[in-house]
């Protein structure tokens, strides 16, 4: 069974600090990394995807990923309170190459207070 | 939310109805998905269509029944539903390149209640 692991949360932090999302997922043969976020009553919106070991910034959002740990993070730098969302991770399925069947986390809500 | 576009937003039905879900994308895109999000669980792949071909079936019950006439449409037709199938449906299109930055985007959502 292959999973995608992220805590429920609530994580919470003030306005302005680094919000550091975590997941961890089961098959090593995984190739891409996806963040979403979604408001409540919303569907999920792309953030960002990664697919190399390393960093991958955009804006204030730096996704981590690393392989050999099967783990990829996002952190959220200034955080504000329009960030306050479920963000949910994503890992794609090796043997479905055309059309990526993505596998999801349940999601890490984060809420960030003024 | 343009580029993928669900219809109807919401939808509540008895448990003998017949009814179907509409997905529209805009987008270009050559794969199609229909999701299943449940309060407390992770999102849940139902299906995907490659080029209008059906690829993957995850073990979903015969009372949802998929239909992608063209790469543009999808559609799900529901049948005798139970009320554990009361969740929020998503539909997401990818351009299915292959490539590892195939990326998924999501329409708005039905939010189906079974009485």
């Known amino acids: 069974q292959k999973e995608v692991e992220q805590n429920s949360g609530p994580l919470s932090v003030p306005e302005g600090a680094i919000a550091s999302l975590n997941c961890t997922y089961s098959d090593r043969g995984s190739q891409s990394f996806f963040w979403y976020r979604q408001y409540s009553g919303k569907s999920p919106e792309l953030i960002m995807f990664?697919?190399?070991?390393g960093d991958k910034e955009d804006g204030r959002f730096t996704a981590q990923l690393n392989k050999a740990s099967q783990y990829v993070s996002l952190l959220i730098r200034d955080s504000q309170p329009s960030d306050s969302a479920t963000y949910l991770c994503?890992?794609?399925?090796?043997?479905?190459?055309?059309?990526?069947?993505?596998?999801f986390g349940k999601g890490t809500t984060l809420s960030v207070s003024s | 939310e343009t580029g993928v576009t669900q219809t109807p937003r919401h939808l509540v039905m008895g448990m003998t109805n017949k009814k179907s879900l509409k997905c529209e994308q805009h987008l270009g895109h050559n794969a199609m998905y229909w999701y299943k999000q449940s309060a407390k669980k992770p999102l849940e792949l139902m299906f995907v269509?490659?080029?209008?071909?059906?690829?993957e079936n995850n073990s979903v019950p015969s009372r949802f029944s998929p239909e992608c006439p063209n790469s543009s449409h999808l559609f799900l037709h529901l049948h005798t539903l139970q009320p554990e199938d009361s969740a929020l449906y998503l539909c997401?299109?990818?351009?299915?390149?292959?490539?590892?930055?195939?990326?998924?985007?999501f329409g708005p959502g039905t939010r189906l209640t079974v009485l």
């Open positions: 990664i697919y190399s070991n």
């Open positions: 997401a299109s990818s351009q299915a390149s292959g490539a590892n930055t195939d990326t998924q985007y």
């Open positions: 269509y490659n080029f209008k071909e059906q690829t």
């Open positions: 994503a890992v794609n399925t090796p043997e479905n190459q055309a059309g990526t069947a993505l596998i």
